[in-house]
T-cell receptor
Framework: GESVGLHLPTLSVQEGDNSIINCAYS??????FIWYKQESGKGPQFIID?????DKRQGQRVTVLLNKTVKHLSLQIAATQPGDSAVYFC????????????FGKGTLLTVNP | KAGVTQTPRYLIKTRGQQVTLSCSPI?????VSWYQQTPGQGLQFLFE???????NKGNFPGRFSGRQFSNSRSEMNVSTLELGDSALYLC??????????????FGQGTRLTVV
């Protein structure tokens, strides 16, 4: 069935380092991908998205890379800060022109001061 | 601009009861999706509504249902509650009907506990 999985359930980094969070997806028909950040007690917060016709997209301190050949997504966070500590989810839209997000299990990022 | 509003924030129900959760999307957003989040299964898609029509449905039993009103507000209902229905229920709204031309914005969720 459709699934989006994360290789690492936890990631611990030092403040100021760069972080890389990886994600594998299985539905080759998915054409839109999103990274979300979820802090304790809150709903997921949009970080960055990418369409399947792109392989890289940059935001403020974040970059998403998409490798369709191996069905792999990654989120890079530059100069990681303590406020970046959260669970990060990748999601793929498997609903075609409609919204039907399939989420990965999540990676807990801990930033040590 | 107000965000996605979900009410109530917390609910405690007894097995066998039913529950209705409410979601008010961001003004102007016409697509509303519902997700269930549990520690074991993560975030799972329940259903998506646009213009009062259910467009997509996840793999949940018929006890889970929803609807959308003409003002885009949405409700989901769970009947005959089971202990396993304890979860954080999240609602997300998005702006367009032409596909994901904008990210889905999530509310803070309703924490449902079934005892």
């Amino acid at each position: 069935g459709e699934s989006v999985g994360l290789h690492l359930p936890t990631l611990s980094v030092q403040e100021g380092d760069n972080s890389i969070i990886n994600c594998a997806y299985s539905n080759s028909a998915s054409d839109y991908f999103i990274w979300y950040k979820q802090e304790s007690g809150k709903g997921p917060q949009f970080i960055i998205d990418i369409r399947s016709n792109m392989d890289k997209r940059q935001g403020q301190r974040v970059t998403v890379l998409l490798n369709k050949t191996v069905k792999h997504l990654s989120l890079q966070i530059a100069a990681t800060q303590p406020g970046d500590s959260a669970v990060y989810f990748c999601a793929e839209n498997s609903g075609g022109s409609n919204y039907k997000l399939t989420f990965g299990k999540g990676t807990l990022l801990t930033v040590n001061p | 601009k107000a965000g996605v509003t979900q009410t109530p924030r917390y609910l405690i129900k007894t097995r066998g009861q039913q529950v209705t959760l409410s979601c008010s999307p961001i003004s102007g957003h016409r697509s509303v999706s519902w997700y269930q989040q549990t520690p074991g299964q993560g975030l799972q898609f329940l259903f998506e509504y646009f213009s009062e029509t259910q467009r997509n449905k996840g793999n949940f039993p018929g006890r889970f249902s929803g609807r959308q009103f003409s003002n885009s507000r949405s409700e989901m209902n769970v009947s005959t509650l089971e202990l396993g229905d304890s979860a954080l229920y999240l609602c997300a709204s998005s702006p367009t009907n032409r596909g994901p031309d904008g990210e889905a914005f999530f509310g803070q969720g309703t924490r449902l506990t079934v005892v």
